[in-house]
């Protein structure tokens, strides 16, 4: 099988995906996304990082007691993302349906090379998916990221903190050394792949806006039509 994210693919349906630290209001911003193309009668599916079923357990056991090494960490991951690519992005997208994904691969870049995998090596394991059509970074100082987190609850995860990484005892400091980090990797990753940078510290509704001017360009072209419900001539002749 060849790298099938070095390249555009060829499905009827449209990938857009959005990416970002932990507050950096990226859900926000997906779930808007969601209602407006829902609202004007496009078929959606809405798909998030981590959900399946098949490793979550084992992830959270080992998160549990910090029993993974960030290359098991990374691969099971990259696991879970392969089963949710086959029975969540793909039959959406062969169907000819709009996908929205709350982070993506990018994620996994970010994320496993702080956490010492090598850049290429998590790139080449993750060469099976699917390029995105559109792919948001948005962009957000670590203060602006914090305050938004602990606004609506009082206090940080121990991973979204990175303190499996002993950065500091303060999960305050370790938060803001860990993104830090993940905040850079973000930055070269954009240049990388050419993710739509967005200023994330703007209003909510300015920033939709943005959004949709960029989704709308990308969907100029998108019929939504599966490619078994397209006739041949022949056929519709029948
Ligand atoms: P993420 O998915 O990146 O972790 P969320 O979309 O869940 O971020 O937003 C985190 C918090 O910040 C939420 O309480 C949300 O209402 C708030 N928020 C999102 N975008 C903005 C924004 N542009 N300005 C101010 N607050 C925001």
Same mark, same amino acid.
């Given at each position: 099988?060849?790298n099938?994210?070095d390249?555009?693919? %060829?499905y009827?349906?449209?990938? @857009?995906? *959005?990416?970002? @630290?932990d507050g %950096?209001?990226?859900s926000?911003q997906i779930?808007?996304?969601?209602k407006?193309? *829902?609202?004007?009668?496009y078929?959606?599916f809405?798909t998030?990082?981590?959900?399946s079923?098949?490793v979550k357990?084992? &992830?959270?056991?080992?998160?549990?007691k910090?029993l993974?090494?960030?290359?098991?960490? %990374?691969?099971l991951?990259?696991?879970?993302f392969a089963d949710?690519?086959?029975h969540?992005i793909l039959?959406p997208?062969?169907?000819?349906?709009?996908v929205?994904?709350d982070?993506?691969?990018f994620?996994a870049f970010a994320?496993?090379?702080?956490?010492g995998?090598?850049?290429?090596?998590v790139?080449?394991?993750?060469g099976?998916?699917?390029?995105?059509?559109?792919a948001?970074?948005f962009?957000?100082p670590i203060?602006?990221?914090l305050?938004? &987190?602990?606004?609506g609850?009082?206090?940080?995860k121990f991973?979204e903190?990175?303190m499996?990484?002993g950065?500091?005892?303060?999960p305050?400091e370790?938060?803001?050394i860990?993104?830090?980090?993940?905040i850079e990797?973000?930055?070269?990753?954009a240049?990388e792949?050419k993710? *739509?940078v967005?200023d994330?510290?703007?209003p &909510?509704?300015s920033?939709q806006?943005i959004?949709r001017?960029?989704?709308?360009?990308?969907l100029?072209?998108?019929t939504g039509?599966?490619?078994?419900s *397209?006739?041949?001539?022949e056929?519709?002749k029948?």
């Amino acid at each position: 099988m060849g790298n099938t994210f070095d390249h555009e693919h %060829s499905y009827p349906g449209r990938l @857009i995906i *959005v990416e970002g @630290i932990d507050g %950096s209001g990226k859900s926000t911003q997906i779930q808007l996304l969601q209602k407006w193309l *829902v609202s004007m009668g496009y078929r959606v599916f809405f798909t998030e990082w981590n959900s399946s079923a098949l490793v979550k357990e084992t &992830i959270r056991r080992g998160k549990k007691k910090n029993l993974l090494t960030p290359t098991t960490f %990374s691969i099971l991951h990259a696991t879970d993302f392969a089963d949710r690519l086959a029975h969540l992005i793909l039959p959406p997208l062969k169907a000819g349906m709009i996908v929205l994904a709350d982070r993506y691969v990018f994620t996994a870049f970010a994320r496993d090379v702080v956490r010492g995998v090598h850049p290429e090596w998590v790139r080449q394991m993750y060469g099976f998916a699917v390029r995105p059509d559109l792919a948001f970074y948005f962009k957000v100082p670590i203060e602006v990221s914090l305050k938004r &987190i602990l606004v609506g609850r009082a206090s940080l995860k121990f991973h979204e903190a990175g303190m499996d990484l002993g950065l500091s005892d303060d999960p305050k400091e370790s938060f803001k050394i860990f993104q830090s980090k993940i905040i850079e990797e973000y930055n070269a990753i954009a240049d990388e792949f050419k993710l *739509v940078v967005m200023d994330a510290t703007k209003p &909510i509704y300015s920033q939709q806006a943005i959004v949709r001017e960029f989704v709308q360009e990308k969907l100029q072209n998108y019929t939504g039509i599966p490619y078994t419900s *397209v006739l041949s001539d022949e056929q519709a002749k029948r």
